[in-house]
């Protein structure tokens, strides 16, 4: 099968919120999208379908990102299925907090596990594998920068996408790929949400200066500059789509 616009890109962690805004808006611009997940197959297919339904697509692949032979077989998917990958959103990640003191073991190898290893597996495999021309899109987050209790071992993981997006850029001159990171700031998803009294939404939304939370589509529309034809300069960066809360 082939894009309309003879594109695939993978979006890790697709199935909802931020990953699945980012998978709708870049089959609308003509992309083939994997749409990927590890655990949510119900809701992985549904977002495949509503992609086919609006003229788009997709295919649902299961990958936990932390393994990196999964990430290879997710890969090998897209080549089979599409002949080949050109964009990399590495947009699967947790946030699960907690003040350093009460932070276990646990919890802090599922952050490095996920959000610093699942990406560097996914740098990793695009850097050996992307096509001429194309574009990796890691997710940062504004939380560094920010640095609020009880976000040390998030933020410091997504410290470290960072670092690996500036060293990245550096490996692959020559080959026409850019290297970027999107650093969101608070963004309205279900998982965001969750359990939060309405006070402290309003809270985080009156931070930015634009005064409101984000939405997955602004931090989309985001990714789907950086990969887009206008986002072809734009190499090495960490663009924070915060709102102005940083």
């Known amino acids: 099968m082939t894009a309309r616009n003879g594109k695939t890109a993978i979006v890790t962690g697709a199935s909802r919120g ?3 805004a980012v998978a709708e808006r870049l089959a609308a611009d003509g992309f083939a999208v994997i749409v990927n997940f590890a655990a949510n197959a119900d809701d992985a297919e549904e977002q495949v379908a509503r992609i086919l339904k609006r003229g788009g697509q997709a295919s649902a692949v299961r990958a936990d990102v932390s393994d990196p032979r999964a990430m290879q077989a997710m890969f090998d998917s897209a080549e089979r299925i599409y002949g080949g990958v050109n964009v990399l959103v590495n947009n699967a990640g947790i946030a699960q907090l907690a003040t350093v003191a009460e932070t276990d073991d646990a919890l802090f190898d599922r952050h490095v596990a996920i ?3 699942g990406v560097f597996n996914g ?3 695009a850097a050996r594998r992307l096509r001429p021309g194309g574009r990796i899109i890691s997710f940062s987050s504004s939380a560094v920068g ?3 209790p009880t976000y040390a071992a998030y933020a410091a993981t997504k410290a470290g996408v960072e670092a690996m997006t500036h060293v990245l850029v550096k490996e692959l001159r020559g080959r026409n790929i850019t290297v970027n990171a999107i650093a969101p700031g608070p963004t309205a998803t279900e998982l965001f949400l969750h359990g ?9 939304g009156s931070l930015p200066p634009l ?3 984000g939405l997955p589509a602004d931090i989309a529309a985001a990714v789907a500059f950086l990969a887009g034809p206008d986002g072809g300069w ?3 960066q960490v663009l924070r789509a915060n709102g102005g809360i940083i």
């Open 115 to 117: 959000n610093l290893k």
């Open 123 to 125: 740098l990793r495999e």
């Open 146 to 148: 920010l640095y609020q």
């Open 211 to 213: 005064e409101r939370l």
């Open 18 to 20: 931020i990953g699945a």
């Open 196 to 204: 939060k009294p309405q006070e402290v939404v309003d809270h985080l």
């Open 234 to 236: 734009i190499n090495g």
